[in-house]
């Protein structure tokens, strides 16, 4: 049995590493993601993103003289947007007790 309980995740010490090795190749590749991401899940970030995605779909769809693989790309990057958010605040199977 341990004396003391194990320390507590420090999520700064988490984004200073992710601050000091963004730009190494190869560094993150595997299970090391961004902090903000690895936060528990339903993630607040997610509300965010699919506020973000709806801007998104809202400027592409009222937008006025722009070429149509502008509006193309953009209404992708709403989908993009969208179904990440809804990724993060999805309860992962462990949590739901499945």
């Known amino acids: ?8 995740p420090d999520p700064f010490r988490d984004i200073k590493d ?3 090795h963004r730009y190494d190749p190869g560094y993150f590749t595997g299970s090391n993601i961004h902090p903000l991401l690895k936060a528990r899940r339903p993630n607040k970030y997610g509300y965010f993103l699919i506020v973000s995605g709806l801007a998104f779909s809202f400027v592409a769809f009222f937008g006025r ?3 149509w693989i502008e509006v ?5 990057m709403a989908f993009l947007l969208i179904a990440a958010g809804v990724k993060l605040l999805k309860r992962t199977s462990k949590q739901t007790g499945s």
């Open 1 to 8: 049995m341990k004396k003391y309980p194990a320390e507590e």
């Open 72 to 76: 193309v790309l953009q209404f992708a």
């Open 65 to 67: 003289d722009r070429l």
């Open 18 to 20: 992710w601050q000091d």
